[in-house]
């Protein structure tokens, strides 16, 4: 796991400006009747204004299947993750996550965000979208130099149940830098396998995607252990997309963050609406209790 200094924090952040940029760009884009390819394409033509090369096209399939065609993630409804961009049209009230990755002078960034399609009802939606920053920003206000990223995962957990949903474990965070995915995997709530084998301590210079992934009313559940439940997911035909395996709505919202000694740095902020949620407060400890 390699600790970055702090201007190669800076080049990583300026990747996560275009990113920004990118995520800007598809969310403008989504409307009623509007293609998932079209919001693909709105951000392909950010990132190469911005110079950036997307690291999702091309990436190779872990199972073995076709490399990722697209710039951009698009995965609407009961989708979690890597959903792939095509013809499919937007519904009003649709919940689409959006999930962009990209590379400037040889640093890489990524995040997400979770967008409602407006001209429905959707007050039950954006509180569940609201819930899914609230649940990333916990996480982060935990990423203290000296914390186990097991503190972190519990704060992400903890708001998350605390909101009513649940979480998907199997694919989550993760080191970024010179690569799109790095060591370590960063999950979003506790397991038997975090505590047991893959915990770590939080060190300044590292360098992580945080992504909580959460499914709509499926509260979990921790056991006498303090091990949590997690949502059942499953990959459809295309090899790519993630989908709740009950059918329900999922939320997915992600950031690239630096821990430094003084707390944790968001290198891929957003300006406008998001720019007030991105503000993180350091909460100056690890404790699973405050």
């Not at 519904?91 to 400037?104: H, N, S, T």
């Not at 080191?175 to 975090?194: K, N």
């Not at 003084?262 to 609406?273: F, K, M």
Request: aromatic content about 4%.
């Amino acid at each position: 796991m390699s600790l970055r200094t702090a201007a190669e924090m800076d080049a990583i952040e300026r990747a996560g400006a275009a990113v920004a940029a990118a995520l800007d760009a598809a969310t403008a884009a989504v409307r009623a009747g509007t293609t998932t390819a079209e919001l693909d394409r709105a951000a392909r033509a950010a990132l190469e204004a911005a110079g950036a090369e997307p690291t999702f096209v091309g990436y190779p399939n872990p199972n073995g299947g076709p490399a990722f065609p697209a710039a951009a993630c698009v995965s609407v409804a009961n989708e979690a993750v890597h959903g792939i961009p095509g013809a499919r049209t937007l519904r009003a009230g649709e919940l689409v996550k959006i999930d962009v990755g990209a590379r400037v002078d040889g640093w890489c960034a990524d995040a997400a965000v979770s967008v409602v399609v407006p001209g429905a009802e959707r007050a039950e939606a954006d509180a569940f979208v609201a819930a899914a920053w609230e649940t990333l920003h916990a996480g982060i206000a935990r990423m203290q130099p000296g914390c186990a990223w097991s503190d972190v995962a519990f704060a992400m957990q903890r708001m998350a149940f605390e909101r009513g949903h649940g979480l998907v474990d199997g694919w989550h965070g993760h080191g970024i830098g010179r690569a799109a995915h790095e060591a370590p995997q960063a999950p979003s709530l506790v397991t038997p396998g975090l505590r047991e084998r893959r915990d770590f301590t939080l060190l300044p210079g590292m360098v992580l995607a945080v992504e909580p992934i959460l499914v709509m009313g499926a509260r979990g559940t921790v056991d006498a252990s303090g091990n949590a439940t997690h949502v059942p997911v499953e990959v459809a035909s295309d090899g790519w997309t993630v989908r709740a395996a009950d059918g329900l709505v999922v939320a997915h919202v992600e950031h690239t963050v630096a821990v430094t000694r003084h707390g944790p740095r968001i290198l891929t902020r957003r300006a406008g609406a998001r720019a007030a949620a991105d503000l993180v407060p350091n909460d100056g400890g690890c404790s699973r209790t405050g």
